[in-house]
């Protein structure tokens, strides 16, 4: 049934008073701020907003569904997810099936904040997520359209940005509105008095028509008309809302998937789980970055469910009735897993497969380990069969592209048959030579590896394999031995290095021979000093410095820059050795 519309102002009411909710099969809200601010341009210049799709729940029916409401203020790290509301028995609701990302965009918007990290920040710094509002520049190019199609100026700013800035000899003059100011204030007079108050007279009147353009969308245009849906049987509304989202931001399969288990559960809430537990899992060591779709994944493949691609088939009711009554084991078994990975360095920056941890944690599920894993001497030589499975499999190309669920299906029946005696690393080693994934790396392989760079996705994972001995469980960086400060090209110049070897010096500065691992505030304290002077100070005592030579794999460390090339020549060769030793053998743990 086809409803005419209300107006942007009235829509936000009744969100504001949960008469307009999100249902549980609902998915999260994923538009970018960049999304937000062409929503709003997109209204200002009178583009069509789009029919929305309302399901109408009878008040009788209101107590057997779960729902949720909009977010309001967004923060990238802290409050992702929808709220949670209470149940609210005989009461009529109007749950939104299709339009969920512009009404939220418009809720944030208009009513609530935007925070996502600063980049070159650490996740658990609180200065890294500065809270911002939605403004509006009442004087950017007084509504001409630029060529990407923006005729308006939206952008999210921190509260300490200023307001106002007068004309340059680059730029226009700015006076920046906070878009939810619009619902407080009154057309007309109110809004004249504003601007006289901030502007020159010559900037009153476009600053006044960009104004009066965002009053006229938010409060007065009838914008917002959608269709309303009565079934009231929760299957037939997943598969209408299914078909409404094939458009926008397209649906994945875990987004299917977590709607037919929110309809199928019957004692978990499914989407407050998976969620809840995605959120945990992140939290774990120096945080990880899984999603949802990795959890779904562990739930087929550790739930025994036919295979663990993301296919209708295996959605069907009787499977999800065995994902639901394992959940509560699988949650325990993904949790240890990422407790483990986190003991032996991993973090978000440095697991560069998420699906690698499905293979050990279905080993955890299936062979019943508790948290005495981590730690307990009894299973040492388990834990390092599976760092050393993991390992290999992060630095062979190609391991974890395509082909990924039939490779995932195959590593759990060796799992299955073969896990008895512990984590079975030589079995999955074969199976997936067998597929044309062996993890035995040839001579062509290791040279490739002995010249990793800094920035390599893998280089953290090569150092620990080759350097053990480092502790996992604390923070480690990659160093430079000899500090990136010093190839500069004048101070290489400085340092007397011959001008046909700078470029050479400075290829190599980047490059696995003059990396480590260093713990944090080791690497602080060592800063930008040479290497032979940092030692010299670091371990005074003699025999305690020949030992971090040894093991660090270093030899003799010249206190110029000159001899630079002959050490990182001699540790590269070293360095090819010592990978070939580990990585070129026949086995896989």
């Given at each position: 049934m086809y409803q005419t519309g209300h107006?942007?102002?009235?829509?936000?009411?009744q969100i504001h008073k949960h008469d307009l909710v999100l249902p549980a099969i609902q998915r999260e809200f994923v538009w970018r701020a960049e999304q937000i601010c062409r929503l709003f341009d997109s209204l200002m210049q009178?583009?069509?907003?789009?029919?929305?799709?309302?399901?109408?729940?009878?008040?009788?029916?209101?107590?057997?569904?779960?729902?949720?409401?909009?977010v309001l203020d967004y923060h990238q790290?802290?409050?992702?997810?929808?709220?949670?509301?209470?149940?609210?028995?005989?009461?009529?609701?109007t749950a939104v099936l299709d339009g969920q990302q512009r009404l939220t965009a418009l809720n944030i918007g208009?009513?609530?904040?935007?925070?996502w990290k600063l980049p070159r920040l650490w996740w658990n710094n609180p200065k890294a997520f500065p809270k911002r509002h939605l403004y509006l520049d009442l004087l950017w190019n007084a509504g001409e359209e630029e060529d990407e199609g923006t005729a308006y100026r939206f952008s999210f700013r921190r509260e300490n940005e200023p307001l106002q800035r007068a004309a340059t000899a680059n730029t226009g003059p700015e006076c920046w509105f906070r878009a939810s100011d619009v619902l407080s204030m009154d057309g007309g007079p109110p809004m004249v008095r504003w601007l006289n108050k901030r502007l020159d007279q010559q900037f009153v009147d476009p600053a006044y028509e960009t104004l009066d353009r965002l009053h006229r969308v938010v409060r007065k245009d009838h914008l917002v008309a959608y269709y309303e849906e009565r079934r009231q049987t929760l299957d037939d509304v997943v598969q209408i809302f299914i078909r409404m989202n094939d458009g926008g931001t397209p649906l994945s399969h875990s987004d299917l998937l977590l709607s037919i288990a929110v309809a199928q559960w019957t004692t978990h809430?499914?989407?407050?789980?998976?969620?809840?537990?995605?959120?945990?899992?992140?939290?774990?060591?120096l945080g990880f970055s899984f999603s949802k779709d990795l959890v779904l994944k562990a739930g087929l493949m550790l739930s025994d469910i036919g295979s663990v691609g993301f296919k209708v088939d295996n959605f069907n009711r009787e499977n999800m009735e065995v994902l639901e009554e394992q959940w509560t084991a699988i949650k325990s078994a993904l949790t240890l897993t990422v407790?483990?990975?986190?003991?032996?360095?991993?973090?978000?920056?440095?697991?560069?497969a998420h699906n690698a941890i499905l293979p050990i944690a279905y080993y955890l599920h299936r062979s019943k380990r508790t948290e005495s894993f981590l730690s307990h001497s009894g299973h040492e030589g388990d834990r390092q069969r599976i760092r050393g499975w993991l390992i290999r499999s992060l630095l062979k190309s190609g391991v974890w592209g395509s082909g990924l669920d039939t490779l995932l299906t195959a590593l759990r029946n060796v799992i299955r048959e073969d896990a008895a005696e512990g984590f079975p690393a030589a079995r999955l080693g074969e199976e997936m030579a067998r597929r044309g994934r062996e993890l035995v790396f040839?001579?062509?392989?290791?040279?490739?590896?002995?010249?990793?760079?800094?920035?390599?996705?893998?280089?953290?994972?090569?150092?620990?394999?080759i350097f053990p001995f480092v502790d996992p469980g604390k923070l480690h960086h990659v160093d430079h031995i000899f500090p990136a400060a010093k190839f500069s090209k004048r101070k290489l110049s400085d340092a007397h290095v011959p001008d046909d070897k700078i470029e050479e010096f400075r290829d190599r500065a980047n490059r696995l021979g003059n990396l480590q691992l260093l713990r944090g505030r080791v690497n602080s304290e060592k800063s930008a000093a040479m290497p032979a002077k940092w030692l010299q100070r670091a371990y005074p005592d003699e025999g305690r410095r020949?030992?971090?030579?040894?093991?660090?794999m270093l030899g003799v460390v010249p206190g110029e820059m000159r001899g630079f090339a002959e050490f990182y020549n001699a540790r590269r060769a070293g360095l090819v050795a010592r990978i070939k030793e580990l990585l070129g053998g026949e086995g896989a743990g």
């Open positions: 107006t942007i102002e009235k829509t936000l009411q009178g583009f069509p907003f789009g029919t929305f799709l309302y399901w109408k729940v009878a008040a009788e029916n209101s107590d057997k569904f779960n729902f949720y409401g909009f790290r802290d409050n992702r997810h929808c709220p949670s509301l209470p149940a609210m028995p005989n009461t009529a609701l208009l009513r609530g904040s935007m925070t809430d499914a989407r407050e789980e998976i969620h809840e537990l995605v959120d945990a899992l992140n939290r774990i060591g407790q483990l990975i986190a003991g032996f360095g991993f973090n978000r920056a440095t697991l560069t040839n001579d062509e392989e290791v040279e490739e590896l002995a010249d990793t760079e800094y920035r390599s996705p893998r280089v953290f994972a090569l150092l620990s394999l020949a030992s971090y030579l040894h093991d660090h």
